[in-house]
Each structure stands twice: as structure tokens, then as C-alpha cells.
């Protein structure tokens, strides 16, 4: 399983944006299918983005088109690069492996206001 440090967030005005990173420890990280997900006030954590460790993407409805997800395998991190955000973004990012699940790290904060 991997263990995940999140960071990058921050406040953004809407139209805005923002690049998380994620840093993955943990053996054999190709091996992971890595995720990020979001969990706004009130309601349950969503996948908003998943990658292969062949790079296979794959995005939610709510986010294609604007957010890419992307990993670099020698420096075990996967990257958000979020673009044209909306207020319904905000949310805490969390980032995960689909296939092999750690504890969740703190997430990072991102805040779409103006």
C-alpha cells in the first residue's frame, strides 16, 4: 500500500488555475492505478481522476475537459493540473492508489472564490 502526502492547493479566483501534487512512497509504484478525489463540506469523498501507471486516463463528467491528471514514475507523484475552475470546485483534494489503498493523507485545500 502507499502512504501520500498531498500539497498544492490554495485560493483561486473562478476561471483560475492550480496544479496539486501528490508523493507517493511505497514499492513498485508503476503498479499503481492512482486516483484523486475530492471531498466538498457535507458531502462524500468523489474520484475526480484516475491514471495507470501506463498512463491510461480516465476524468468524472464534472471535470473533463479542465482537469489533467498526470504521474511521473520516477519520482513517484502524480500531478492534478486543474484549469477553468468553478466555485463547486472547492473542496479538500485527497489523492489515493485505486488498486493497492493506503491511510488517506491530509488532503490539500483548494477554494474557488472571487
Known amino acids: 500500500q502507499v502512504q501520500v502526502v498531498e500539497s498544492g492547493g490554495g485560493l483561486v479566483q473562478p476561471g483560475g488555475s492550480l496544479r496539486l501534487s501528490c508523493a507517493a512512497s511505497g514499492s513498485s509504484f508503476m503498479l499503481d492505478v492512482m486516483a484523486w478525489y475530492r471531498q466538498a463540506p457535507g458531502e462524500q469523498r468523489l474520484r475526480v481522476a484516475r491514471?495507470?501507471?501506463?498512463?491510461?486516463?480516465g476524468y468524472a463528467d464534472s471535470v473533463k475537459g479542465r482537469f489533467n491528471i498526470s504521474r511521473d514514475n520516477a519520482k513517484n507523484t502524480v500531478y492534478l493540473h486543474m484549469t477553468s475552475l468553478k466555485p463547486e470546485d472547492t473542496a479538500v483534494y485527497y489523492c489515493n492508489s485505486v488498486n493497492r489503498p493506503g491511510p488517506w493523507g491530509q488532503g490539500t485545500q483548494v477554494i474557488v472564490s472571487s
Open positions: 491514471i495507470t501507471g501506463y498512463g491510461a486516463k
